[in-house]
């Protein structure tokens, strides 16, 4: 089946466009007006993300971001079901990036976005704003790499915007913040 997308014409030109559109509904993401449009984009960026990956042969960041979704969705309802809330929910499911991760196994490459989304999962975790900002920060450069490795032009320039993003609000809300706290 993947050879099919593979053989498209349009595959090329399809699969920047389908970066293109995950790293839009990406940049859209914060502003959102609600925490659930905030999950729902988020979800929706990760499944066009695995969509281009697909199209590249890149299996381990296509179905991490399946895996990735479907830890959003978990994440946005731990506030309304109580078991979520048990440290064991983030175990199990930094177990199955793992597993991805292991299946999908295509040389050390591979093991970047693993290591990511191990990372991603315990800051989303977290409820503490600094952080989650602070871990988040090293989720991008794997990705990044990875991107470049992988020929994903769009994700490449989604990490360059996010790690730039990170860093401001690290600067604003966390340094610039403690700094005029302090004098």
């Known amino acids: 089946m993947i050879e099919f997308f593979k053989s498209i014409t349009w595959a090329e030109d399809g699969n920047k466009a389908i970066g ?15 925490r659930a449009g905030i999950q729902i984009m988020q979800m929706t960026a990760g499944l066009i993300w695995m969509t281009q990956f697909l199209l590249l042969g890149a299996y381990t960041g296509a179905f991490l971001n399946v895996v990735g979704a479907v830890r959003n969705l978990i994440y946005s309802r731990k506030e309304k079901v109580k ?9 199990l499911i930094m ?53 470049a490795y992988t020929g994903s032009i769009p994700g490449v320039a989604a990490e360059i915007f996010t790690i730039c993003s990170i860093g401001i609000a690290i600067w604003r809300y966390d340094i610039r913040k403690t700094k005029n706290t302090e004098g």
Not at 20 to 34: D, H, T
Not at 83 to 91: E, G, H, I, M
Not at 97 to 124: E, N, Q, R
Request: net charge neutral; charged share 15%; hydrophobic share 55%.
């Open 20 to 34: 293109v559109g995950a790293m839009e509904l990406g940049i859209r993401l914060f502003p959102a007006k609600s």
């Open 83 to 91: 078991f979520l809330n048990s440290p064991a929910v983030p175990a």
């Open 95 to 147: 177990t199955a990036f793992v597993t991805v991760g292991v299946l999908t196994y295509d040389g050390p490459m591979s093991l970047l976005p693993v290591a990511a989304m191990l990372i991603s999962s315990v800051a989303l975790y977290i409820t503490e704003e600094r952080k989650i900002r602070f871990l988040s920060f090293f989720v991008s450069p794997p990705w990044l790499v990875y991107d």
